[in-house]
């Protein structure tokens, strides 16, 4: 199998754990037809999410560190700005490599990304419908003695009606969800009290949607063709995962004593935090665990954030945004860790939305090119269609027209990859041209089953 070659050759036997990922998209106020899409994922180390990114050299598109905890995971972010998009219904499984999921309890092994928009216009807000925000930490701890609720902190930007859910069908590979933990519809997380048999990790794979609330007509851009969205039918949906770890039972359950307790001026979960393009916000957090030593902060916020620590559970963080974080609301996630006696130990989880003042961004005239989708006839084949026409964050898009699919197929060969690459390159380029591509097509094999092909430029 051709994938089994490619994941040795990018890892060099390296065993890559998964701990999660999110995927959103959305348009702006300023420029209403322009698609951000922010891609933030988790691996067990930095070096693993670049490889399942941009196979290891991830300055084309750039790829963001977030956070990373000590010697556990690593939480990059990939953002991609889209002057064009299909006027339809997108769907696109993302695929993460060839890694798997960390050892987890609930037996998930294979990672599944499914988000899928609606990209016609909507009558009410007259332009495309943008995902849910939310951010999440990789990874989520509590002693198995101790009662913990969760309270997710999601938004959408066109006040949409969102809701949570266990992903299901084929959403993932395999959709049990974890037994200690429930989720509501409104994004709330529970956990009881459970015996010492179900400590360990769970993966937690969760769909969040947002549903309009009142009827809205969408219309096709090529077509001008009409349908209805009501209450009741979501219009997009994208993948929430990380990993719940039920910890050993703390000595106590009273926070501020094992489980660290947040002390002003701490802002409380959900509170707004107002900032400007080039103006620098800092958010200072303060915890204590009286029985415990409070030892880092770990967070997950938009790209560019920064903590620094002034002592003993004294922490800050700091962002200044740039000219494509204008008009955009950003959720911001963080947890305190304590250590007692080579225990760890982690406060709640608390949220902040970080408002930035809109900002009018210039770009030159570009030629849109029309959507376009791959079909292929390899085996159990996949068809995906992407936005074409991407270009780094806060970046002119130099002329078009550029073309940008996804290809997500199995091939079997009996070449290989070692010896052979170059003959396998040539062979799929050859099938894609025959299937009507321009002749001057550039080919990479981004990953074991993520093929993505671009027209040179002028």
């Not at 670049?50 to 690593?74: F, L, Q």
């Not at 048999?197 to 001008?224: C, H, K, W």
């Not at 994208?238 to 000595?251: H, L, R, T, Y």
Request: proline fraction near 8%; include cysteine; charge should be negative.
């Amino acid at each position: 199998m051709l994938s089994s070659v490619l994941l040795l050759l990018l890892i060099n036997g390296a065993q890559a754990a998964y701990y999660g990922a999110v995927i959103t998209n959305y348009f702006g106020d300023v420029q209403p037809f322009v698609l951000t899409y922010h891609f933030k994922e988790s691996g067990s180390s930095c070096q693993e999410v670049d490889i399942w990114h941009c196979g290891g050299n991830c300055t084309t598109p750039p790829v963001y560190a977030v956070d990373e905890s000590r010697n556990e995971w690593c939480q990059k972010t990939e953002v991609r700005i889209y002057y064009s998009y299909g006027p339809r219904t997108f769907t696109y499984q993302h695929s993460v490599g060839s890694s798997s999921w960390t050892e987890n309890r609930n037996g998930i092994i294979t990672p599944k990304l499914i988000i899928s928009n609606d990209f016609r216009t909507r009558s009410d807000i007259n332009k495309p419908n943008s995902t849910p925000r939310i951010s999440i930490l990789p990874v989520l701890r509590v002693p198995s003695n101790c009662q913990r609720n969760i309270n997710l902190l999601v938004s959408d930007p066109d006040g949409d009606d969102v809701r949570c859910r266990y992903a299901a069908g084929s959403e993932c590979d395999t959709c049990t969800p974890p037994s200690v933990l429930s989720v509501s519809s409104s994004c709330s997380l529970s956990f009881s009290p459970t015996n010492s048999s179900d400590e360990g990790p769970y993966a937690v794979q969760m769909m969040v949607e947002d549903f309009p609330r009142q009827t809205i007509n969408l219309t096709d851009g090529y077509t001008g063709v009409q349908s209805v969205k009501t209450t009741s039918d979501a219009i997009g949906s994208i993948p929430v995962q990380f990993v719940f770890k039920v910890d050993p039972a703390a000595p106590s359950c009273t926070t501020g004593e094992y489980l660290p307790r947040f002390l002003p001026p701490t802002p409380e979960h959900g509170a707004q935090i107002y900032t400007n393009v080039s103006e620098t916000v800092e958010i200072n957090i303060r915890a204590e665990a009286t029985q415990a030593e409070t030892t880092e902060l770990l967070f997950s916020g938009p790209p560019g954030v920064t903590k620094s620590s002034s002592g003993s559970g004294n922490f800050s963080l700091t962002w200044t945004p740039i000219a494509g974080d204008g008009g955009l609301n950003y959720p911001l996630c963080f947890v305190v860790q304590a250590n007692s006696s080579r225990s760890v130990y982690q406060s709640d989880l608390r949220c902040v939305f970080v408002t930035t003042g809109n900002t009018t961004v210039s770009r030159s005239n570009t030629t849109t090119p029309p959507p376009t989708t791959l079909r292929t006839t390899t085996n159990q084949p996949t068809t995906t269609t992407t936005p074409p026409t991407s270009s780094t964050p806060n970046a002119t898009p130099d002329p078009g027209p550029y073309y940008l699919l996804a290809l997500n197929a199995e091939i079997s060969t009996s070449l290989s990859m070692e010896s052979d690459s170059a003959t396998i390159m040539n062979l799929i380029k050859e099938e894609l041209r025959r299937q009507g591509l321009p002749s001057d097509i550039m080919l990479k094999l981004l990953s074991s089953t993520l093929v993505g092909v671009t027209t040179q430029g002028p």
